[in-house]
């Protein structure tokens, strides 16, 4: 029997989260096709639906996953109770940013959020790292620097909201319950992978090299001898 942890799959993420709804909602939200309120459904069925696959095929889910499933919950009451498009560049905005509160309370009360992505003992030896470190004295200074790149990862999801604020503001003008909130919906959905999911990824793989630089700087320790093998 195999123990080998089941893997992210980016490019079936990309085509449940952002292509096929997007497609759904500018194409066949029209009343010829699906019509609005069908045609939102449908569209919000499939990150939905791809969000439990994943759980049952990973066994577990993930603070991303979550926010994720309560954003498309409550993009689906925004537009099917036709509430102000105002509500909608809040709800965007809201999302990443209670991130990055949770990202900042974890460095507050010690357990830096970060740690928990990078240091993830199925990826890298953590007790190898940490014991070089107690050895050479040089906890308290690693702990410093990883609260610092804690921080950064809380700046991170601060651009996305932001971010994902102004591009509801600008893309989402039509009244909730038309057909043409749904186009203009799917338009925005498409639209933040390249505006701000990529550059956010980008981030990320910069703080990926940050800290895999200071464990070097600290412990001589190169990430690739410190990399479980799988």
């Known amino acids: 029997m195999s123990s080998e942890k089941p893997q992210n799959k980016p490019l079936l993420e990309i085509i449940f989260n952002v292509a096929l709804p997007s497609w759904l909602l500018m194409?066949?939200?029209?009343?010829?096709?699906?019509?609005?309120v069908l045609g939102l459904i449908v569209a919000l069925s499939f990150p939905i639906g791809y969000a439990i696959y994943d759980y049952v095929r990973t066994k577990k889910a993930n603070l991303i996953s979550v926010f994720g499933f309560f954003s498309v919950f409550l993009t689906g009451g925004i537009a099917l109770f036709e509430l102000s498009v105002e509500w909608l560049a809040i709800?965007?905005?809201?999302?990443?940013?209670?991130?990055?509160?949770?990202?900042?309370?974890?460095?507050?009360?010690?357990?830096?959020?970060?740690?928990?992505?990078?240091?993830?003992?199925?990826?890298?030896?953590?007790?190898?790292?940490?014991?070089?470190?107690?050895?050479?004295?040089?906890?308290?200074?690693?702990?410093?620097?990883?609260?610092?790149?804690?921080?950064?990862?809380?700046?991170?999801?601060?651009?996305?909201?932001?971010?994902?604020?102004?591009?509801?503001?600008?893309?989402?003008?039509?009244?909730?319950?038309?057909?043409?909130?749904?186009?203009?919906?799917?338009?925005?959905?498409?639209?933040?992978y390249p505006v701000i999911a990529i550059p956010s990824m980008l981030m990320l793989a910069g703080l990926l090299i940050y800290v895999t630089k200071v464990i070097k700087e600290l412990t001589g320790y190169k990430f690739t001898e410190l990399m479980i093998q799988q």
């Open 27 to 36: 194409k066949f939200s029209g009343p010829e096709y699906l019509g609005v």
């Open 91 to 192: 709800k965007e905005a809201s999302i990443p940013g209670l991130i990055a509160v949770f990202v900042v309370f974890s460095g507050i009360y010690g357990k830096p959020l970060i740690a928990k992505i990078l240091l993830n003992e199925s990826i890298i030896n953590v007790d190898k790292v940490y014991n070089k470190l107690n050895d050479l004295g040089k906890m308290n200074e690693f702990v410093i620097r990883i609260a610092f790149a804690n921080k950064l990862l809380a700046l991170t999801f601060v651009f996305s909201s932001i971010m994902n604020y102004l591009l509801a503001k600008w893309l989402v003008k039509s009244p909730a319950g038309t057909v043409m909130f749904n186009e203009e919906l799917g338009h925005m959905t498409l639209m933040s």
